[in-house]
């Protein structure tokens, strides 16, 4: 399983674009990336999956270059809601192991 | 269908004690995982089942943890003689088979143990 490193917290303002880089040297062939947020007692929540170039849904985009061996989650235009732990993971989604991080904590500011 | 539910939401037991946790996935999803999570760190994995089959477990899981997913729809976690160091977290997620792999977390079941 390819281990993930991301910043372990970060700080912003409403309205503006937050950008979370994470690292994963040793993904293989096979493995998606994956972005899970989570609020304080409550259990992570799915925000995006890609495996490579740009994916955007409603709520990030998530940038994977070329070589795949880091990934970046974009939130746009941030609120004081967008506070919580943002955690990476890499792997394949047929299988079952799924390894979370100590993620990063995202703390938006008025 | 609402989403993944677990009962109860706060267990606080004494040492010792035995405590069991239920989940309910989403019904149609025939995957189902268990992991712990403490203060601070992210979720740790414990076990999987596909359907009622019991595929994977985590050298977390200790002699003192099993858990069952009889009939391939709800799951149980019991501990045995909780100790201290078992108060956590505990969250439940399932998904499908088609799909992303995406998984469902439920709003997990806080244990402490005294």
């Known amino acids: 399983l390819a281990k993930t490193t991301q910043p372990i917290s970060m700080d912003s303002y409403e309205g503006q674009e937050v950008n979370i880089t994470c690292s994963h040297n040793?993904?293989?062939?096979?493995?998606?990336i994956t972005w899970y947020q989570q609020f304080p007692s409550q259990g992570p929540r799915f925000i995006i999956q890609?495996?490579?170039t740009k994916v955007t849904n409603e709520v990030a985009s998530l940038f994977i270059p070329a070589d795949r061996k880091s990934s970046t989650l974009s939130l746009p235009r941030v609120s004081l809601s967008d506070t919580a732990v943002y955690y990476c993971?890499?792997?394949?989604?047929?299988?079952?192991?799924?390894?979370f991080g100590a993620g990063t904590r995202l703390f938006v500011k008025a | 269908d609402t989403g993944v539910s677990q009962d109860p939401r706060h267990k606080i037991t004494k040492r010792g004690q035995n405590v069991t946790f239920r989940c309910d996935p989403i019904?149609?999803?025939?995957?189902l995982y268990w992991y712990r999570q403490t203060l601070g760190q992210g979720p740790e994995f414990l076990t999987y089942?596909?359907?009622?089959?019991?595929?994977?477990k985590s050298r977390l899981l200790s002699d003192r943890f099993s858990a069952e997913r009889p009939k391939g729809s709800f799951s149980t976690l019991e501990i045995q003689r909780t100790e201290q160091g078992d108060s956590a977290m505990y969250l439940c997620?399932?998904?499908?088979?088609?799909?992303?792999?995406?998984?469902?977390f439920g709003p997990g079941t806080r244990l402490t143990v005294l």
């Open positions: 997620a399932s998904t499908g088979l088609a799909g992303r792999g995406e998984q469902f």
């Open positions: 040793n993904i293989a062939t096979n493995d998606y």
């Open positions: 890609g495996y490579k």
């Open positions: 993971l890499v792997g394949d989604t047929g299988g079952f192991k799924t390894i």
């Open positions: 019904s149609e999803h025939n995957r």
């Open positions: 089942f596909q359907n009622e089959a019991q595929l994977e």
